[in-house]
């Protein structure tokens, strides 16, 4: 075998092998970046029920991003992501786009509450609605009616076949507030008797260094008030903590072994609390 022809079609292979490779480096530099992940959808809520109170708004929670594109100082209120045609809220002037900040003017501070609050208003009742609006206050004021009911025709008949329903899964939610540093959840009446209370916020874990576990609040404890304020929801007893983190202490009651006990919590620097609450829904058998 020729020696030269070696050597030149090894040097072919070798230059070979370096153009590929700066070729394939060229190509990872012109390809475009990943696109970014969508951001979770907010958690909406619709209430009303036939016959019952009825404003007429769909609901979204308001988080840290979603306050600063609409423009608010604080992160607290609810964003109304839809308003139904015909309804008091239209005839009051609300907007998809605008944050109920007060109801009557009591703060709102997520949308468990604000149903609540519509809900135990009588039909028929003015009240007050503090909004912002592209980052603008404003009250407006709307007339709670009733959703009707449309009736059925006069000859209408159906036959209902028989129908076996599955187990249906529970739904329950759960809270971890970055203040006080616990994951709690809802009591329906059935826990609720369990744990020996009327109304209340279980709490289903503590993290560490926080101000709970400093406190000495622990897995199992059902919270009943937080300053003197009940709470009945994950999101209520967060805007209490919220309220009440404005001290330097404050006074948690709750409910242990079938014992009501009245903690101090002492309010940690904000520099050492971790980041904002979130809601998480899970499902369970």
């Known amino acids: 075998m020729n020696f030269d022809v070696t050597k030149n079609a090894l040097l072919a292979m070798a230059l070979f092998a ?16 990943p696109a970014p992940l969508a951001p979770p959808a907010p958690r909406v809520f619709e209430f009303s029920t036939p016959g019952g109170t009825y404003l007429g708004v769909s609901l979204a929670e308001i988080d840290a991003n979603r306050a600063k594109e609409l423009k608010l100082r604080e992160d607290y209120g609810v964003e109304i992501t839809r308003v139904e045609d015909g309804s008091p809220a239209e005839k009051a002037g ?5 944050v109920v900040l007060e109801y009557n003017g009591q703060r709102v501070e997520g949308m468990e509450q604000f149903g609540r609050m519509v809900r135990e ?10 909004i912002s609006r592209d980052g603008a206050p404003q009250t407006l004021t709307a007339m709670l ?29 759960t809270l971890r507030t970055a203040r006080l540093g616990v994951e709690a959840e ?13 109304e ?19 897995a199992g404890d059902v919270i ?21 983190s404005a ?24 520099s050492e609390r971790s980041p904002r609450s979130r809601a998480v829904r899970n499902v369970t058998n």
């Open 18 to 33: 370096a153009t590929a490779a700066a070729q394939d480096q060229d190509f990872a530099q012109l390809a475009p970046p």
């Open 94 to 98: 609300v907007k998809p786009g605008d």
């Open 121 to 130: 208003t009588p039909q028929g009742r003015e009240v007050k609605l503090t």
């Open 145 to 173: 009616s009733s959703r009707k009911v449309r009736p059925f025709p006069e000859n209408f008949h159906f036959d209902m076949p028989e129908i076996r329903m599955p187990d249906i899964p529970q739904i329950y939610t």
């Open 186 to 198: 809802s009591l329906g009446p059935q826990l609720s008797e369990y744990f020996g209370v009327k």
């Open 200 to 218: 209340g916020v279980l709490v289903r874990s503590v993290r560490e260094n926080t101000a709970a576990q400093k406190a000495g609040i622990k």
């Open 224 to 244: 009943t008030k937080v300053d003197g304020m009940p709470v009945t929801s994950p999101s209520e007893l967060s805007g209490a903590v919220r309220s009440a």
């Open 247 to 270: 001290k330097k202490t404050y006074t948690l009651e709750l409910t242990r072994d079938h014992k009501p006990q009245t903690i101090t919590v002492t309010v940690e620097d904000s």
